[in-house]
């Protein structure tokens, strides 16, 4: 398949259909696997492997009009899971004994169950019908999913899209080559700044954080409530906008908020606590911190939270798609854990800087995001290759190929 670049709003193809019920219902039991992950992220920071899946079935199965916001039901799971999890915590914290920790730990096997279960009930998108060659099964998974029978050139696409990657024996190789450099930048870089922003010190250890900065345990613990609250609201903003204003916006506004909260943040702190991390907030100042956090948390997520697992999900052919999500996972995960293990030892050495280090990298990647990544709303995944062939940097820097499925696509692209 071709290489890409940047795609008009109205240059890319509109298939037949609209959201169905049964598609609603399919994203939604799917997304639910964010709620053991969101949960586990609360009670003990741990990941697991569902995040590699997920965004990609949800991508396949939602019409490109509305993927966005589809694919962020996983995003938003999540964050219920996190809140879930803060609840809890605050709750047992409360019982006399030293029990209470088993019931947060036991307590996951609730969303446990309702993953498996739902899982169990989950169709096969379309494109994996194809793969398997189970054409018919295919056609009339794309009606259901669709809601129409209108489906011949989103399945001619699809086939096509699945033959191209057929060719492909070696997709780790292959994505090494220059005509997917874009794609395999994007799902280094993306994961690597979305841990960079420091929203899983947040996440991680905001109650440590607020006691640090003189909160009481059990207001610590409320904190984190509260910040868990606003990180679901402003994950449903995201799902209402995403498909509306594109990816980009997001993404940029969200920087520029994240990144004026955290400067602000470590210079009252700084104010208060100097390099000799003595001293204590007045009520005032500490219900500014929160409010700050609270600002920054929104923020992060109605962008590079779900935006980080939406983009790279989208983004990649069929021929290196496994392969090109696989980094992006991995990525993710080995800098989760990395900051994780440095968070308390860079708290101790530069106190207030942390949020300095933070904001930087904030800074660095909403520059990048800026130069380097075109905006992908309401494009089809198998038409998403020549996003990259228009975009002023990467457009120059492709190899010019001949290729069938570019000059189907091209009559209904404009500059």
Known sequence: MAEGGFVSQGGAKSYGGNMTVFVLITCVVAATGGLIFGYDIGISGEFISMIDSVPLYLSEM???????????GFQLAITIGILAANLVNYG????????????????????AIIMTVGAIFLPDTPNSLIERNQPEKAKNMLRKIRGTDSIEEEYKNLVEASEASKKVTHPWKNILQKKYRPQLVMSIAIPFFQQLTGINVIMFYAPVLFKTIGFADDASLMSAVISGFVNTIATVVSIVTVDRYGRRILFLEGGVQMFISQMIIGVMIGKVFGVSGTGSLTKGQADVVVFLICTYVAAFAWSWGPLGWLVPSEIFPLEIRSAGQSINVSVNLLFTFVIAQVFLTLLCHLKFGLFFFFAGWVLIMTIFIYIFLPET??????????????????????????DPSLQLSEPKITA
Do not use: C, D
Request: glycine share 8%; hydrophobic share 45%; proline share 7%.
């Open 377 to 402: 709303k309401n494009v089809p995944i198998e038409e998403m290759h020549l996003v990259w062939k228009k975009h002023w940097f990467w457009g120059k820097n492709l190899p010019n190929e001949a």
């Open 92 to 111: 047992t914290a409360q019982i006399k004994g030293s029990y209470g920790w088993r019931i947060s730990l036991a307590l996951a096997a609730v969303p």
């Open 62 to 72: 939602a019409p490109a009009k509305l993927r966005g916001g589809l694919n962020m």
